[in-house]
């Protein structure tokens, strides 16, 4: 499975940016598939996860309510949308895939599958 993340970019505090997440090489039906941020000096930080089959989405505290992730099964891409982006959510974002169960969402290292990051930098 490869996995192209794409649509980051540069956007003023309270703005909205909406990720992409485009996968190929093989179904990600029972995947389930996250978004994580990394900034220099820290660990990879989960974002959001979804579940292929259900669609259910899951959030870290930090960006619940603001953040939605859904999947389009027609065209096998995963979108994360942001809004009311603040500073503090700057960093470089990758979508991944997994298989873990429920309990391993939020963990980076049930992850398969990694996509190269996307920059989202968001100005004060």
């Known amino acids: 499975v490869q996995l192209q993340a794409f649509g980051g970019g540069l956007v003023q505090a309270g703005g909205s940016l909406r990720l992409s997440c485009a996968t190929s090489?093989?179904?990600?039906?029972?995947?389930?598939m996250g978004w994580f941020r990394q900034t220099p000096g820290k660990e990879r930080e989960f974002v959001a996860a979804v579940k292929w089959d259900s669609g259910r989405g899951y959030y870290a505290d930090s960006v619940s309510g603001r953040f939605t992730i859904s999947r389009d099964s027609a065209k096998n891409t995963v979108n994360l949308q942001m809004n009311s982006l603040k500073p503090e959510d700057t960093a470089v974002y990758h979508c991944?895939?997994?298989?873990?169960?429920?309990?391993?969402?939020?963990?980076?290292?049930?992850?398969?599958?990694w996509g190269q990051g996307t920059l989202v930098t968001v100005s004060s």
């Open positions: 090489g093989g179904t990600v039906r029972n995947y389930n």
């Open positions: 991944a895939a997994g298989r873990g169960i429920l309990s391993t969402l939020r963990a980076s290292n049930a992850y398969l599958y």
